[in-house]
């Protein structure tokens, strides 16, 4: 028990001074929360496995499916759509991907050309969403912000999208920080149901992956930069830095307790064991898409635009 006593800083040595799979030493990429040293030239392939690993371990997709990744221009799910290319030969799975374009300015025709380029660099097919073509146009809704509502009609597109191309899993990139984050979010909230890796599809969804949801932030970055992928550099310009705010404690942790993420997101993945909170979907009555919030994100923003949204009501999920 003696080990107990040595400080956080000196355990995870034993691999810090060579790449742990050739040896190499020197320009050395080191993340706590694998425990490992890993060199520059072996890198891209050792994120390729931990995702391939991430998939067999919680079963994310079968041999012979095709797996749609939603793609944003943005670092997480580039690197998401470009490992899982490079690996869909030894996986056995085909990869298209979709981009929804949001209808956010340069912004939103820069994320789409960044994806258009990785999409045709890797061969693989690529369905674009716009907004615009729905007739809708991005606005807050009631008490809920920008974000929320880009995310909530991003979601439902991604559905629908899904559904449409036959598609057996959408995968998004969401990592590591961001499943730690969200859980923290539920869990001062009072919600005791963890964000899950998979969401298992039926009739009205496809399933729901997240690859990535091991890996940390600097990691995904990391594995971006070497592999130079077309990344759309600007952040999004609704983006509020206020909704990533937990995400220094959980550096701060790992800083204290290296690999304390990952122990975390799966201790608290066990002990988040509610179900979680609602009912089953039922039909948009505008468009008849399954929603969980009476009329589906898409129609609320179409019957805002036609003044139509009645005053004062709310929801009590997200839209
Ligand atoms: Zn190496
Ligand atoms: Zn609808």
Known sequence: MADLAVPNSTRLTFHDGSCYRCGATGDLLRFTEFGKAVCPTCYPSFFRRRVARTLSRYQMARKKETIGVAVSGGKDSSALLHALATMRHDLGVWVAAVHVHMGLGEYSDRSLASAEELAGRLGVRLVVERTSDLGIELAPVGTFAMCSVCGAVRRALLDRVGLREGWSAVATGHTLDDRLQQMLKRLLTGRLDAPRPVLPGDAAHPRKIKPLCLIPDRAVEAYA???????????????????????????????????????????????????????????????????????????????????????????????
């Open 225 to 319: 930069r070497l592999e130079s992928l077309p990344i759309c550099p600007e952040s999004c310009p609704q983006f509020d830095p206020q909704t990533h705010r937990f995400r220094a404690v959980f550096d701060l942790l790992e800083s204290l307790a290296p690999m304390a993420k990952v122990q975390l997101v799966q201790s608290l993945g066990r002990a988040m064991n509610r179900p979680s909170p609602g009912g089953p979907d039922l039909p948009c009555p505008d468009c008849g898409n399954p929603t969980a919030s009476g009329v589906c994100p898409i129609c609320r923003l179409r019957r805002l635009a036609a003044w139509e949204e009645p005053h004062g009501e709310r929801e009590k999920r997200t839209p």
